[in-house]
């Protein structure tokens, strides 16, 4: 007699988040599931889907507060979860959060579970701050159980009061999805492909080269980042500085000097957004992440992965993720002058740096390697029978 395997449905915003946030996931799970994604643009949605082996439902969601909208998607997606009958919704990210757990709620879907990767609307005030907060503690309140990626999340949501200490669970280390530390790893590259990028971004085999990767923006303390630099290479000619990401001018642009020193500095390499950082890391000494608030960064993995230390700011998952004087350094956040310090520290005292080097990778491994955090997140859908 054949066991039909339980309906799992993940959700997301938009289709990037299951790209980038769970990719390889959705695979794993379709081993012991019938696994559909939810999510919205449509066309870029399927791709995933083709990827993971996965069915998808295509459910137009948007970013911003927009209440007719987002009705019209709760019903939609009450009448869908009412024709399927999932055993368990699992949302991410704020709206499809909202939006997911009240429909799961309205079908008496019987395992409603929402990860939280990061609370954008800690940086808001006034009555959006409200609006809100009043849609985050609904959202835990329809989900039987909810997962912040971070102890340190887990203690913001228990200080907001957005729901009860018992419906929360930090998985594993944390992380909504792990590192693939086979993926992220030095072993793909090559003397010669090292030496070709080198080559073209004017690296010297004698250059301590720092990395960072994320978008440009003053939310990733670049200011400071890019100021501290300015600083250091009056005394350490040998200093270069990589940044790996697109610069955005929109919504968080960087100050006139920073972007001035971006284009005229010549040691401060800015190469744009990369599909595959692996490469660069490969070339690179030492991570340098000084932003002003995260969920759990990937980007602090993947370096460690790659054994890197990393130069993080004290803030939610990235003070998880490091170790202090075991596998990097924590500074406090838009302290320009404390970052140059230990810049030039990890520079001058080799020993220290060597040090933190050979913990990196293995403190990665041991710690967010891809199948603990995905085993963690399985035995938790089958704990539900």
């Known amino acids: 007699m054949t066991t039909h395997k339980k309906k799992l449905i993940r959700?997301?915003?938009?289709?990037l988040s299951l790209d980038k946030l769970l990719e390889g996931q959705l695979r794993f799970m379709q081993q012991h599931f019938e696994v559909t994604a939810i999510s919205s643009e449509k066309a870029y949605l399927e791709k995933i889907g083709n990827r993971e082996g996965v069915s998808t439902y295509h459910l137009e969601m948007t970013r911003q507060i927009t209440p007719f909208s987002d009705l019209i998607s709760l019903i939609k997606l009450t009448f869908y979860f009412l024709k399927v009958r999932p055993d368990i919704v699992h949302s991410h990210t704020p709206k499809a959060g909202i939006v997911g757990m009240a429909a799961a709620f309205l079908a008496r879907v019987p395992h409603r579970f929402h990860t939280v990767a990061g609370l954008p609307l800690l940086e808001e005030s006034g009555s959006k701050r409200k609006v809100l907060d009043f849609v985050e503690k609904a959202t835990y309140f329809f989900a039987n159980k909810v997962y912040p990626n971070s102890n340190g999340l887990k203690e913001i949501i228990l200080q907001n009061n957005y729901c009860k200490p018992k419906k929360l669970t930090v998985l594993a280390n944390g992380s909504t999805n792990g590192i693939n530390t086979t993926y992220f790893s030095n072993d793909h590259f090559s003397f010669a492909q090292k030496e070709e990028l080198k080559v073209r971004y004017d690296i010297q085999d004698t250059d301590f080269v720092f990395i960072f990767v994320g978008r440009l923006v003053t939310d990733k303390g670049i200011n400071e980042l890019i100021a501290a630099f300015k600083k250091l290479k009056i005394n350490h000619p040998t200093a270069k500085l990589l940044l790996v990401g697109p610069l955005e001018t929109e919504l968080d642009p960087l100050l006139p000097q920073t972007l001035e020193a971006i284009e005229n500095v010549k040691q401060i390499k800015a190469v744009g957004y990369q599909q595959d950082v692996r490469l660069f890391f490969a070339i690179s000494h030492c991570l340098v992440f000084p932003s002003y608030r995260e969920g759990f960064p990937n980007v602090v993995m993947q370096a460690g992965a790659m054994e890197l230390p990393s130069i993080v700011s004290n803030i939610n998952g990235c003070n998880e993720i490091i170790v202090p004087s075991q596998n990097g350094v924590i500074i406090p956040t838009k302290d320009e002058k404390t970052l140059l310090e230990v810049m030039i520290e990890l520079m001058e005292n080799k020993d220290y740096y060597a040090?933190?080097?050979?913990?990196?990778?293995?403190?990665?491994?041991?710690?967010y390697e891809q199948q603990v955090v995905w085993k963690a997140i399985l035995k938790e859908y089958q704990l539900m029978g």
Do not use: F, K, S, Y
């Open 11 to 15: 959700i997301t915003t938009v289709p």
């Open 355 to 367: 040090q933190l080097r050979e913990n990196a990778r293995p403190m990665i491994v041991n710690r």
